[in-house]
């Protein structure tokens, strides 16, 4: 329509129709900042899918773990060697079981068991963990002291990295944590169909530990399972009274603005002030045990509120005033219109409210550093009183492990905790699907 | 008997109380000549009259009388440990031992004549049951402990007694009353109103519990650090005293910490700013409800993902990236560290994306419609409306909306705790590691800690500081935000 190339003095005389309006330029603008838009878009998509990639890919391997099946003599040389189980059971725990894992080991790679340097070696390849293991087949069983029996035991977390081929085989022996010795070994092992990479339940199922192969996130889970309890039975009930009463009694005054204005100030509070909030208030002022589960959730009770709140209110407003107006004409009291008309309306909107409060309550992690959640628990608690940790402070501990084998089990943690908060997101979603109505 | 069983059967009482006056209630309704008289409220409601007699006042009384048999006892505690001490900067030690030994002695079941003369012996005891006690007891405990424990059992007995008779007085006054034009419902609902109120005004205690606890502890700090050496002060160095050693004066520089927040967020502000607001623009203006309909979950995904993920994903990917990138660029030499300013900014950025787009879609789509088609009618391009006319209308909430964001950057703690060092120094080169007030909250508090030295008590004066900080940001934004949205409707 226009030519921008036309000389410019063919402007001033020319039709007014061969004037330039510059619409190149300004189209070009137009592409260029519809382009600028785009980018940012993609920049945006662009982390998250480099974010999920990069947590797939490092976490994805610890879910399985490399362990060795291998006929274990229960000796009763080793076991119980002076034969008093009957009068003392205290033996069988006390018991040396590691030897027992290693020289079942030795046995099934054909290793004499007088060879020290090779014992050693050997040593380090089976996880301690093993103790555990056997200890609880003989405790379960002592019967079985004196026979031998398939067993599986763990590979220590070193050889487990190896057999995932995380470990570059290329650098010289002596700088790397698994000898040729260990890999031939490994090999060798694979040949009589003794390794196996099962599903790494114990990722899910152990406490806290310095190795590994036996840390996992039971502690974390229950930890994390208690405070959710106790974020449900304390923020549900006091969010949604608190909302009632704001949204359908309160007179519009000074007190009632105070209180909106506390509510809204209180969702942009830094998580952290929490808990500094939890350490003076709950444990220092009350006294009550550090990293237990109680303050924990008392502490993301409080910070979880305001989000239910503000939710709640949305939901109780979007029930239509008319459905309020046949409450109360039919002759209801307006307490038995909120709670026998209104509020079952609102309770989709409530628990999506909520499970989304409650998401974001399961990652949270600085004010739990506060109350003392950072803490080596290797059982698992009882009862929310019980030192626990939590799922994201278990993920921030093992960061600061130094192991490599701990860098996996990081990235696989993080992706325990990103899928619990998919499947609390996806719940919420499809309870808006099914029950949201449209007035 | 425990106190969850008092409250167990506090609560039976209140059940059987209401089902014998809604009984009642029901009895006399049909018993009655409506002619003459029309029953007030529905049997249901003095049943839950009943139920609100029976417990609300007994449990009240049971936490009230427990309170109050806990601070006679620390009292007491209290000043019979100070007259065996000289030194009363250890009489917290000293009490907290006793409480040890008090419930020590119960778990063994120990009392009277039991009770050992040595707290040598005592330990030894508990060892073999498994109860560890500190090594630093003293034999005058003993007693002190066992007579506390007597008292508390007295305490526990009176208070339970008392509990449970009101109780039952509760339950039967109000089965008395029941009449046919007892106004049940109304007094019911006048509980129910006190109890909503009740709750609406946990956000404010929040906010109380929020600031005296930290300014308490924040004088506390004051009282040994003077506060111009804290706000002023262009060193950070605390220097841990071991537990009871005292006298090693830190060092607690404000700044440092102060020009690592603000530079951290003002890079993670640079980086989602232009993002965030292009995304909320193009989605807002541009986008088919197609594409829109899937791009703004996926960009929202963002802000549900915890932020312990993103100071993961700093720390494992993205800072080692950075270094052997500026390492592969400089010849070797790693001119960005690990842990680094610019790492932390730009995952903080990711993060502060979804949060920036969706509070400016939200100022962006108050704009009326009418100054946009007026722009467009005059023949101006989309993008020429959007940048004349659209934004310049929106700058007041864009600003609010930017606030808002810089206060969730200043008082984000995981991404910078795991990516941006904990070294304390002013410097401006963003490849290089610096540290924030949260950070240094998070380092002051964890571990093994002594609750009374200047070394725990500043992380309350940081808090404090933090606090103040992101409240004023928010009060100012939503100030904004608020005088803007009315200017439009």
């Given at each position: 329509m226009t030519d921008a190339a036309l000389p410019h003095a063919a402007v001033d005389t020319a039709a007014?129709?061969?004037?330039?309006?510059?619409?190149?330029?300004?189209?070009?603008?137009?592409?260029?900042?519809?382009?600028?838009?785009?980018?940012?878009?993609?920049?945006?998509?662009?982390?998250?899918?480099?974010?999920?990639?990069?947590?797939?890919?490092?976490?994805?391997?610890?879910?399985?773990?490399?362990?060795?099946?291998?006929?274990?003599?229960?000796?009763?040389?080793?076991?119980?060697?002076?034969?008093?189980?009957?009068?003392?059971?205290?033996?069988?725990?006390?018991?040396?079981?590691?030897?027992?894992?290693?020289?079942?080991?030795?046995?099934?790679?054909?290793?004499?068991?007088?060879?020290?340097?090779?014992?050693?070696?050997?040593?380090?390849f089976v996880s301690d963990g093993s103790r555990s293991t056997l200890r609880e087949i003989v405790l379960a069983d002592p019967s079985v002291i004196g026979t031998t029996r398939n067993v599986t035991l763990l590979a220590a977390a070193d050889i487990d990295s190896a057999n995932k081929g995380q470990i570059d085989l290329t650098v010289p022996q002596d700088k790397r944590k698994v000898s040729d010795q260990q890999v031939a070994w490994l090999d060798q092992l694979k040949q009589q169909g003794a390794i196996s990479t099962p599903f790494?339940?114990?990722?899910?199922?152990?406490?806290?530990?310095?190795?590994?192969?036996?840390?996992?996130?039971?502690?974390?889970?229950?930890?994390?399972?208690?405070?959710?309890?106790?974020?449900?039975?304390?923020?549900?009930?006091?969010?949604?009274?608190?909302?009632?009463?704001?949204?359908?009694?309160a007179k519009k005054n000074r007190f009632t603005d105070f209180i909106e204005v506390n509510i809204n100030n209180l969702a942009a509070v830094p998580s952290i002030v929490y808990g500094l909030l939890g350490l003076a208030v709950f444990i220092n002022f009350f006294g009550m045990p550090r990293s237990a589960p109680i303050v924990g959730g008392l502490v993301l009770t409080l910070m979880t509120l305001p989000t239910i709140i503000i939710a709640t209110r949305a939901a109780l407003r979007a029930v239509p005033p008319s459905i309020r107006s046949a409450a109360l004409g039919i002759g209801a009291s307006r307490m038995q219109m909120v709670f026998d008309h209104v509020l079952p309306l609102a309770t989709p909107g409530i628990l999506t409210g909520t499970i989304i409060g409650l998401a974001r309550a399961l990652g949270e992690t600085a004010p739990l550093l506060l109350i003392g959640m950072v803490a080596f628990v290797a059982d698992r608690p009882t009862s929310p009183l019980d030192p626990a940790t939590a799922l994201p402070v278990q993920i921030y501990m093992w960061a600061n492990e130094a192991e490599r084998a701990f860098v996996e089990r990081t990235q696989g943690a993080v992706l325990v905790l990103l899928i619990f908060l998919a499947l609390m997101n996806i719940a919420a979603i499809l309870l808006r699907r099914r029950f949201e109505r449209r007035w | 008997?425990?106190?969850?069983?008092?409250?167990?059967?506090?609560?039976?009482?209140?059940?059987?109380?209401?089902?014998?006056?809604?009984?009642?209630?029901?009895?006399?309704?049909?018993?009655?000549?409506?002619?003459?008289?029309?029953?007030?409220?529905l049997p249901t409601y003095h049943g839950w009259l009943s139920f609100i007699f029976a417990t609300v006042p007994a449990l009240l009384v049971f936490l009230a009388?427990?309170?109050?048999?806990?601070?006679?006892?620390?009292?007491?505690?209290?000043?019979?440990?100070?007259?065996?001490?000289?030194?009363?900067?250890?009489?917290?030690?000293?009490?907290?031992?006793?409480?040890?030994?008090?419930?020590?002695?119960?778990?063994?079941?120990?009392?009277?004549?039991?009770?050992?003369?040595?707290?040598?012996?005592?330990?030894?005891?508990?060892?073999?049951?498994?109860?560890?006690?500190?090594d630093s007891g003293e034999d005058y405990m003993l007693p002190l402990a066992a007579s506390v424990n007597a008292d508390a059992a007295v305490h526990k007995l009176i208070g339970q007694g008392l509990t449970l008779l009101l109780s039952l007085a509760g339950a039967a006054f109000a089965y008395s009353r029941i009449r046919l034009r007892l106004r049940a419902r109304n007094e019911v609902e006048r509980v129910v109103l006190w109890s909503l109120l009740a709750?609406?005004?946990?956000?404010?205690?929040?906010?109380?519990?929020?600031?005296?606890?930290?300014?308490?502890?924040?004088?506390?700090?004051?009282?040994?650090?003077?506060?111009?050496?804290f706000f002023f002060g262009t060193v950070w160095d605390p220097r841990f005293a071991a537990a009871g050693s005292g006298g090693t004066e830190g060092q607690f520089g404000l700044i440092p910490l102060l020009a690592g927040t603000l530079y951290i967020a003002f890079v993670s502000m640079l980086f989602a700013v232009p993002v965030g607001l292009m995304a909320a623009v193009y989605m807002g203006e541009y986008a088919s409800s197609k594409v829109r309909s899937t791009v703004k979950p996926l960009l929202e995904l963002l802000a549900g993902i915890p932020t312990i993920v993103y100071g993961i994903f700093a720390v494992v990917t993205l800072g080692p990236f950075f270094r052997d990138l500026s390492a592969a660029l400089a010849g070797g030499f790693a001119f960005i560290q690990a842990q680094s300013v610019l790492t932390a900014g730009i995952v903080m950025g990711v993060m502060l994306i979804p949060?920036?787009?969706?509070?400016?879609?939200?100022?962006i789509t108050a704009v009326p419609r009418a100054m946009r088609d007026g722009s467009l009618a005059l023949g101006a391009t989309r993008s020429e409306t959007i940048r004349k006319v659209i934004l310049p209308a929106a700058l007041p909430g864009i600003v609010g909306a930017l606030l808002l964001t810089a206060s969730r950057a200043i008082g984000e703690t995981m991404i910078v705790v795991l990516a941006a060092g904990v070294a304390a120094r002013i410097n401006f080169n963003p490849f290089e590691a610096m540290t924030t007030i949260t950070v240094k909250i998070v380092n002051q508090l964890t571990g093994d800690l002594e609750f009374n030295s200047p070394q725990?008590?500043?992380?309350?004066?940081?808090?404090?500081?933090?606090?103040?900080?992101?409240?004023?940001m928010n009060v100012y934004a939503l100030y904004i935000v608020r005088k803007y949205r009315e200017q439009y409707e």
């Open positions: 007014p129709a061969k004037r330039d309006f510059g619409l190149k330029r300004r189209h070009a603008a137009e592409f260029r900042f519809r382009l600028y838009g785009i980018v940012a878009i993609v920049i945006g998509l662009g982390f998250l899918a480099i974010l999920l990639v990069s947590i797939v890919s490092k976490g994805y391997t610890a879910f399985v773990q490399t362990s060795i099946t291998v006929p274990v003599e229960f000796s009763a040389s080793i076991i119980d060697k002076d034969n008093e189980r009957a009068t003392n059971p205290r033996v069988l725990v006390s018991a040396n079981y590691p030897i027992v894992a290693r020289n079942a080991v030795a046995k099934a790679l054909g290793v004499s068991i007088d060879d020290k340097a090779a014992m050693r070696d050997i040593a380090k790494n339940w114990g990722l899910l199922t152990f406490g806290a530990s310095s190795r590994p192969e036996t840390a996992g996130l039971g502690v974390a889970l229950v930890g994390s399972l208690y405070m959710m309890a106790i974020v449900l039975l304390c923020a549900l009930p006091i969010g949604v009274a608190a909302s009632i009463y704001l949204e359908e009694f | 008997m425990s106190a969850g069983w008092v409250v167990a059967i506090v609560l039976a009482i209140g059940a059987i109380a209401y089902f014998f006056s809604a009984q009642r209630a029901r009895v006399q309704r049909d018993a009655s000549d409506r002619s003459k008289e029309v029953p007030h409220s009388l427990s309170a109050v048999s806990s601070a006679i006892l620390e009292s007491r505690v209290r000043t019979e440990v100070s007259a065996h001490l000289s030194d009363t900067s250890a009489a917290s030690l000293s009490i907290g031992i006793v409480h040890n030994v008090s419930s020590a002695l119960n778990r063994l079941d120990l009392s009277g004549a039991n009770v050992p003369t040595s707290y040598a012996a005592l330990r030894d005891m508990a060892k073999s049951s498994g109860i560890v006690l500190a709750a609406s005004t946990v956000a404010i205690l929040t906010t109380v519990g929020i600031v005296l606890s930290m300014l308490s502890e924040t004088v506390h700090f004051f009282s040994e650090v003077n506060p111009l050496n949060v920036v787009s969706s509070l400016s879609d939200d100022v725990t008590l500043v992380a309350f004066a940081l808090g404090l500081t933090l606090f103040a900080l992101t409240l004023a």
